[in-house]
């Protein structure tokens, strides 16, 4: 009986399954396309082979994250997490949030995931700790982006809006402390 509700909850996700990994496709698809309209998006197979395992590691921490919890809240406040972590590692790689992509000031937003990653393992993935790590990692990046302001203003303000996404993690996992 408890197989058969297993197997019913596995089956309910799989439109979802798959439409997170068809979307992830289509964004690896995206540079590929554009390379043949312009010049100005110029791929190499290593920048595919990145952004494929950043979609994918993305994706596979999404899918382990969604099965620890049947709360809607939860898995919103999981899939921002993980945007938050996703673009930080997606613009710092790109562009860089601090100047350039070279600027050794970027390498704080490299922190700013460990506290995440870190603090979200010590919490056990329980939504009471994961409102502390997320609160921990939009104090991180809010740091990292003041630090930032005397050199690159527009950048430091930039990224410190990513804390924003953090904190809105922290409170989805609030709401999901108080569902469970």
């Known amino acids: 009986m408890a197989k058969e509700a297993a197997d019913n909850g596995a089956r309910r996700g799989l439109p979802w399954r798959i439409i997170g990994w068809a979307i992830a496709a289509l964004l690896l698809m995206v540079p590929l396309v554009a ?3 312009t010049d100005e998006v110029d791929w190499t197979a290593s920048d595919f082979l990145f952004m494929g395992a950043l979609l ?3 994706g596979l921490a999404f899918e382990f994250i969604v ?3 049947d709360s809607v809240a939860y898995r919103f406040a999981a899939a921002l997490a993980l945007l938050a972590a996703f673009l930080t590692v997606w ?8 100047g350039s992509e070279d600027n050794d000031l ?4 490299s922190g700013v995931l460990m506290v995440a990653l870190i603090g979200a393992i010590l919490a056990r993935l329980k939504p009471a700790g994961m409102v502390r790590a997320m609160i921990a990692a939009a104090i991180a990046q809010g740091i990292a982006g003041a630090i930032g ?3 690159d203003p527009r950048g430091a303000v930039f990224s410190m ?6 904190l809105l993690a922290a409170a989805l996992f609030h709401a999901a402390r108080k569902e469970a």
Not at 91 to 98: E, S, T
């Open 161 to 166: 809006q990513f804390a924003l996404l953090w």
């Open 35 to 37: 390379m043949q309209f």
């Open 56 to 58: 994918g590691g993305v």
């Open 91 to 98: 613009v710092n790689a790109a562009v860089g949030m601090i």
């Open 106 to 109: 970027n390498l704080m937003f």
């Open 149 to 151: 302001l005397s050199i």
């Open 67 to 69: 099965r620890r919890s």
